[in-house]
């Protein structure tokens, strides 16, 4: 089945400002609140949200084999259980009916009064339940930096780091949709040359840019999923904040990993942009030496490029730009971090999420954690309204953003926002 709903010379009858994140291409998949209290999955075409469970029930994609209630549900989790076929069918249909010269929904008033909302008439939801949350270290820019700050400069990546994609099994329950604020965490943190930690309120709250992809049902346990297929069981990518508290991290990791200093929030753009919507983006990883083994060595260019930005927003003051990044510096890709990830049989469900790791380009304003851009407090980020940062204060909001764009066509995921908040004191 080709991906008709890809062409970049269609318009929608809806309306779709200059510069959008949604035109009618891209087609991302979410799940809101509408103004009458109901649930629905839906979608997004310019500034307009579209129920998709009202659509189904009004005939829309009667020619697509779906169930009655696929998209009467709080989550996509059983969408995305449908597979590749299922969701390039649905963005083929919902392609045509809101293209411009189709009169079909567009001529029907009463039909759009139910199906169509302006965004301030709905409440995003977190998209799916997250069974299961893995987060790697895929950068080899962010690695090095830490690396160099924490260990030997000349030993900063560690032994197995270029042979598999490291990651950590991260907790599920405080993944969070944009918009949603969190508190700083309390936890054990040491003082230089102190013998004995303290408990009290994180003091190096730090923002993490990433992306994360969703997968579908991939596996029966015990059964590896090929790198040459890898890609046929992402549903798509989110922007991710996987936000870290660096004192409480670097007290607690050694030797067991990250726990406390990154469970405590991480958050999540609310519209999941499918794989097959960033395809026209498609750019290689950055190479690889040594070259993997055989079961890691992708076909074909994997990553996609994909621009980043993060804002930081103090509680009284202008937004500023700290940080433009790009998905493509990635050095291991979503199909080698999935085939590594299951190559030990380990079963991937519908839902499950993997975050990319920290995104850090190659040059200081590429860098995608504080740690890294004001190099572990060294040297302080100035703000052009005054005032300066090392890592993220309360009252401060961190925005990140992302958006591919090549010969004028846009395809964007909106924004995740998050506000930090005071401890809880205890």
């Not at 759009?112 to 820019?141: A, C, K, N, W």
Request: aromatic share 10%; glycine share 8%.
């Amino acid at each position: 089945m080709a991906i008709f709903a890809n062409d970049p010379t269609r318009t929608s009858w809806l309306d779709v400002p200059a510069d959008s994140d949604f035109p009618i291409q891209n087609i991302p998949f979410g799940v809101f609140l509408t103004r009458d209290d109901i649930i629905t999955i839906g979608t997004r075409i310019g500034d307009t949200a579209i129920d998709l469970g009202a659509m189904h029930q009004l005939g829309y994609f009667s020619n697509i084999p779906l169930t009655d209630d696929i998209f009467l549900q709080d989550s996509l989790n059983d969408f995305i259980s449908d597979g590749k076929n299922t969701w390039r069918a649905v963005r083929n249909r919902i392609a045509e009916v809101f293209d411009n010269a189709n009169p079909e929904l567009r001529d029907n008033p009463e039909h759009r009064s139910i199906i169509l909302f302006d965004l301030d008439e709905i409440e995003m939801q977190l998209p799916v339940h997250i069974g299961d949350y893995t987060d790697f270290y895929s950068s080899r820019e962010h690695a090095t930096n830490v690396g160099s700050m924490f260990r030997d400069p000349e030993n900063a990546l560690m032994p197995n780091w270029l042979h598999l994609p490291v990651g950590y099994h991260g907790r599920s329950s405080t993944i969070i949709p944009s918009g949603t604020p969190i508190r700083r965490p309390n936890g054990q943190t040491i003082a230089q040359g102190a013998d004995r930690p303290v408990f009290g309120p994180s003091r190096r709250v730090d923002f993490e840019l990433e992306m994360a992809f969703i997968t579908t049902d991939a596996n029966s346990m015990g059964e590896p999923i090929p790198i040459e297929e890898a890609e046929d069981y992402i549903f798509g990518l989110v922007l991710f904040n996987d936000w870290s508290a660096r004192d409480i991290q670097k007290w607690e990791y050694v030797p067991l990993g990250p726990f406390l200093a990154k469970s405590f929030a991480s958050s999540i753009s609310p519209w999941i942009v499918t794989l097959e919507a960033l395809e026209p983006f498609r750019t290689s990883s950055p190479a690889q030496e040594p070259q993997p083994l055989p079961y890691l060595r992708q076909p074909g260019p994997g990553s996609f490029d994909i621009n980043l930005e993060v804002d930081l927003i103090p509680e009284e003051g202008d937004p500023t730009t700290i940080s433009r990044s790009n998905f493509k510096y990635m050095y291991w890709t979503m199909a080698q971090q999935l085939a590594h990830h299951t190559s030990n049989g380990c079963k991937v469900n519908s839902g499950d999420m993997m975050g990319s790791g920290t995104i850090s380009g190659p040059t200081p304003d590429s860098y995608g954690s504080m740690l890294e851009l004001a190099w572990g407090g060294k040297r302080p980020l100035e703000l052009p309204g005054g005032g300066t940062r090392t890592f993220i204060e309360d009252g401060d909001t961190v925005v990140l953003k992302g958006y591919s764009k090549k010969d004028g066509l846009r395809i964007g995921f909106g924004e995740v926002r998050t506000r930090l908040l005071p401890a809880i004191s205890l």
